[in-house]
């Protein structure tokens, strides 16, 4: 799952084939599975386990899947998953940050630096590129469920920083301390949101010119989202779109 929107249109182009739907869902599970053991299993009762529910909902999870996960968390037995943060740097100096959940460290963290070096980056310290992003609150709905003007405006009383809306739906930024109750005023309104989670926004992008530059960072961002302890990979590249229209 990818939290950059230039990676995620690519991938939205390339299309969900049964493998990649296979592995979306596998991450969406283990969110599931984490959630439920962080908290209550009931979704009513737990924020977090309802998001991760409403993220598979909007994935096309099957139920029993879902349930199946749930089970999981709150059994005695649950693995034991933690979450990792990765940082460096790709190929031209593009800013990456990897976002993980890991039963062992010692498994993921080699694998994460050997596909950096692999593609012509470098894994860093925690925070060795995070200053180049913002952490928000970002909640997201499908555009059926409102018109521009009416998700702003709820969105901005609900005490929102900023909403974009689009054909593909509506996505609303707000402060981390204040994601839950953005995301309880809106859900008064629109019921539940497809996403509500903490989101990393680039404060700065970095140029690609050249569809090989391109294609190279994409392959590498690829690989880490294959990844299975990887839940989400953020980037700070800035790609024009008839480049993006030719990427492979």
């Known amino acids: 799952m990818s939290g950059h929107s230039q990676f995620k249109n690519i991938m939205h ?3 969900a084939q049964d493998a990649e739907r296979a592995k979306v869902f596998a991450k969406l599970g283990r969110e599931i599975t984490v959630a439920a053991k962080s908290g209550l299993p009931d979704p009513n009762m737990n924020p977090r386990l ?6 598979a ?3 096309n999870m099957p139920k029993d899947n879902i349930e199946r996960a749930i089970k999981k968390g709150s059994g005695s037995d649950a693995d034991n998953y933690e979450e990792v943060r990765y940082e460096g740097y790709g190929p031209g100096g593009i800013a990456i940050i990897i976002e993980a959940l890991t039963d062992n460290r010692n498994r993921t963290a080699p694998v994460i630096r050997s596909i950096f070096s692999k593609n012509g980056g470098a894994l860093g310290e925690t925070n060795s590129v995070a200053f180049n992003f913002e952490k928000v609150g970002l909640i997201e709905y499908p555009a059926s469920v409102a018109s521009e ?4 405006e709820a969105a901005l009383e609900a005490g929102a920083n900023d909403v974009t809306s689009d054909e593909d739906g509506h996505s609303i930024i707000c402060t981390p301390d204040t994601l839950a109750a953005v995301r309880e005023a809106l859900e008064a309104k629109f019921k539940e949101p497809t996403t509500a989670r903490f989101d990393w926004r680039p404060l700065n992008t970095v140029p690609v010119a050249t569809v090989e530059a391109a294609q190279k960072l994409f392959n590498m961002l690829q690989t880490f989202n294959d990844d299975d302890d990887v839940q989400r990979v953020y980037d700070n590249s800035d790609i024009p779109e008839d480049i993006l229209s030719k990427l492979e």
Do not use: L
Not at 50 to 55: E, P, Y
């Open 50 to 55: 309802r998001s991760a529910i409403a993220a």
């Open 57 to 59: 909902r909007a994935q």
């Open 149 to 152: 003007s009416d998700m702003f």
């Open 13 to 15: 182009r390339k299309g």
